[in-house]
């Protein structure tokens, strides 16, 4: 499912997902993922107050969700999201090919692409500190995937955090650019993953959208 957005037909806010209209307990609606099997990982949830939110939960896997989005940064620069961390995979490092988990991801793809992709992911760490910046060990030129900490562990209320990115910001400082006339993503992804250190990963996502302030 691509979702095209424009100045024209948005005013403030362009919504991702927050999971309302989905059915409880289903994998989420316009998203894609690898397998029929990997869909068990990612599964509406609902507390006791009716809210519908994403609960993804990684046994050894690695797998993510996608959402194609054409959004223009240079018009839509915030993007906005609460999410909550419930289980970390033990030693998680983005920065070490080996220990390459995180309980909680949401990353902005710049280019699908099999061979070139790019993208800024944006993290809950298990053990990187808060404001770290790093790539992906993974992540072979001419390909680019930044890793950028927003959390690190567990937080002293062990609840949801909200979180508001200036992506278009982040893109310039990390590919040293003054400006650009237009920025347009092809993407959103969601992962929580731990098949690098064979443990337990758990987080809640939900209100995901972008915003011109």
Known sequence: MLVVATSQSYSQVIKIDDFELNDFDMFPAGWEVRGEEA????????????????AAQSLDSDMFILKKIKVDLVEYPYLNWKWRAKEFPMNG??????????????SVVLKLSKWRPKSI??????????GKVTESPY?????????????????ETDGW????????????SLY???????LIIEAIAIMTDSDNTKTLSAADYDNMFFSKN
């Open 176 to 182: 040293g650019e003054k400006m650009v006339k237009s």
């Open 39 to 54: 869909k068990k990982e990612y599964l509406v949830n609902q507390d006791a107050k009716g809210n519908r939110y994403l």
């Open 161 to 172: 955090q909200t979180e508001k990115r200036n992506v278009l910001a982040d893109y310039l």
């Open 121 to 130: 992911k944006y993290t809950w760490s298990t053990s990187l500190e808060r």
């Open 93 to 106: 490092d983005e920065s070490v090919k080996n220990f390459c988990d995180a309980a909680a991801s949401i």
């Open 139 to 155: 992540s072979v030129w001419p390909s680019r995937a930044d890793i950028i900490v927003l959390q690190s562990g567990k937080t």
